[in-house]
């Protein structure tokens, strides 16, 4: 089984800017990981150095019995040498080649004949739906079939490990779903282990087996998709998963089960093991109006002043401040379908989200 292993792995440039530090992650053969963060968080750098574009101060980097990297012994591998294929944000494709000559060059270059190369670019671009295109020139094609030219190429260069660097930041909305939709499918199909790069929270649970979240040149959070996504445990990563209302204990009265929070407001709710100093995270989406609270189910309650609304079509997005130094966010269904500007604007309501829906985040972290 080939696993890609990597240890350690560091680089930085000039000045002390600190690209990465101390990645380390191991992925199974045949699955699917994605690295997600914010721009400049060292997603980009990590893949790079997986694809010999960038050597790393420190670390290890093998795919099954193959070395790619080990900087302590001084071994680097250079990057045609790993026959792994790359797709890239920018296509990357050659305009003076067919997209038949686009998708053979890397198989040219590693000493197959004309004919195979040519067959085996043949048979990846059936595979990704562009049949009959390989006389045309990349001028000639949309940006989505440009794309597919360029995951052609690089379906025929793995042997057995693919990356993709933001390959559909370039794409329109509906393209991008089309095309993420593809890519799962020929991983699928193909069988590689692949190493995608995003900033797009969606696009990485929609596609991945293994979620990496990375801040500034760390791993900040891992695991799957639903993991990230319901079970974030840094204020960092619930932030970025869309946990748009995290707030701090400040007291717990237990007797009375009422949550003081920094800043002022309170929460009525009762969860064990909360204490002061925990960080309490839940989304806009999940806070009602407390007099549609569906029954049965444990609920914190608490009340707030609306100083902001504006109308989503099917909800209003309101803030409500519930002391001068803490507001939370709630969105709240509306069925009229008739817009009223404004709506809420200097209310006290009351509102509850269920305790099931409240995440309490790790302080250590």
Same mark, same amino acid.
């Given at each position: 089984?080939?696993? !890609? /292993?990597?240890?350690?792995?560091?680089?930085?440039?000039?000045?002390?800017?600190?690209?990465? @530090?101390?990645?380390?992650?191991?992925?199974? /053969?045949?699955?699917?990981? *994605? !690295?997600?963060?914010?721009? #400049?968080?060292?997603?980009?750098?990590?893949?790079?150095?997986? &694809?010999?574009?960038?050597?790393?101060?420190?670390?290890?980097? =093998?795919?099954?019995?193959?070395?790619?990297?080990?900087?302590?012994?001084?071994?680097?591998?250079?990057? $045609?040498?790993?026959?792994?294929?790359?797709?890239?944000?920018?296509?990357?494709?050659?305009?003076?080649?067919?997209?038949?000559?686009?998708?053979?060059?890397? !198989?040219? !270059?590693? #000493?197959?004949?004309?004919?195979?190369?040519?067959?085996?670019? &043949?048979?990846?671009?059936?595979?990704?739906?562009?049949?009959?295109?390989?006389?045309?020139?990349? $001028? /000639?094609?949309?940006?989505?079939?440009?794309? =597919?030219?360029?995951?052609?190429?690089?379906?025929?260069?793995?042997?057995?490990?693919?990356?993709?660097? /933001?390959?559909?930041?370039?794409?329109?909305?509906?393209?991008?779903?089309?095309?993420?939709?593809?890519?799962?499918?020929?991983?699928? @199909?193909?069988?590689?282990?692949?190493?995608?790069?995003?900033?797009?929270?969606?696009?990485?649970?929609?596609?991945?087996?293994?979620?990496?979240?990375?801040?500034?040149? =760390?791993? @900040?959070?891992?695991?799957?998709?639903?993991?990230?996504?319901?079970?974030?445990?840094?204020?960092?990563?619930?932030?970025?998963?869309?946990?748009?209302?995290?707030?701090?204990?400040?007291?717990?009265?237990?007797?009375?089960?009422?949550?003081?929070?920094?800043?002022?407001?309170?929460?009525?709710?009762?969860?064990?093991?909360?204490?002061?100093?925990?960080?309490?995270?839940?989304?806009?989406?999940?806070?009602?109006?407390?007099?549609?609270?569906?029954?049965?189910?444990?609920?914190?309650?608490?009340?707030?002043?609306?100083?902001?609304?504006?109308?989503?079509?099917?909800?209003?997005?309101?803030?409500?401040?519930?002391?001068? #130094? *803490?507001?939370?966010?709630?969105?709240?269904?509306?069925?009229?379908?008739?817009?009223?500007?404004?709506?809420?604007?200097?209310? *006290?309501?009351?509102?509850?989200?269920?305790?099931?829906?409240?995440?309490?985040?790790? =302080?250590?972290?």
């Amino acid at each position: 089984m080939r696993s !890609l /292993e990597i240890e350690g792995l560091a680089k930085s440039y000039g000045a002390g800017a600190v690209a990465v @530090e101390d990645i380390s992650l191991s992925l199974s /053969e045949g699955s699917f990981v *994605t !690295l997600l963060g914010p721009s #400049g968080c060292g997603k980009t750098t990590t893949l790079r150095c997986l &694809a010999g574009l960038e050597v790393p101060d420190a670390g290890r980097i =093998r795919f099954g019995d193959e070395v790619f990297v080990d900087a302590a012994a001084g071994v680097f591998l250079a990057p $045609h040498k790993r026959k792994l294929g790359m797709v890239f944000q920018s296509y990357a494709l050659w305009p003076n080649r067919t997209v038949l000559g686009n998708v053979a060059y890397p !198989l040219r !270059l590693r #000493g197959a004949s004309r004919r195979a190369a040519e067959q085996r670019a &043949a048979e990846a671009l059936t595979a990704v739906g562009l049949e009959g295109y390989g006389a045309r020139y990349p $001028h /000639e094609l949309s940006g989505g079939q440009q794309q =597919r030219v360029a995951l052609a190429r690089g379906l025929v260069s793995a042997s057995g490990l693919l990356l993709f660097d /933001e390959p559909l930041s370039n794409l329109d909305a509906k393209l991008r779903l089309a095309m993420r939709t593809e890519i799962r499918r020929l991983h699928d @199909e193909f069988g590689y282990s692949s190493v995608y790069v995003t900033h797009d929270q969606e696009e990485a649970l929609a596609i991945s087996d293994h979620v990496v979240v990375m801040n500034r040149g =760390r791993i @900040e959070q891992s695991g799957t998709p639903h993991e990230i996504f319901a079970q974030p445990r840094t204020p960092w990563v619930a932030d970025f998963v869309g946990f748009d209302n995290i707030v701090t204990v400040s007291e717990v009265d237990r007797e009375s089960e009422r949550v003081s929070l920094v800043g002022g407001g309170a929460l009525d709710v009762a969860v064990d093991g909360l204490e002061r100093g925990a960080k309490v995270a839940f989304r806009s989406r999940d806070v009602v109006l407390a007099h549609q609270a569906v029954g049965g189910q444990p609920l914190a309650r608490f009340t707030g002043r609306v100083t902001a609304s504006s109308y989503l079509g099917d909800a209003y997005r309101v803030t409500a401040g519930l002391a001068d #130094g *803490t507001s939370v966010v709630a969105n709240i269904p509306d069925s009229s379908r008739q817009q009223q500007q404004e709506k809420y604007l200097g209310e *006290t309501l009351e509102f509850a989200v269920a305790v099931a829906d409240l995440i309490v985040l790790d =302080r250590t972290a």
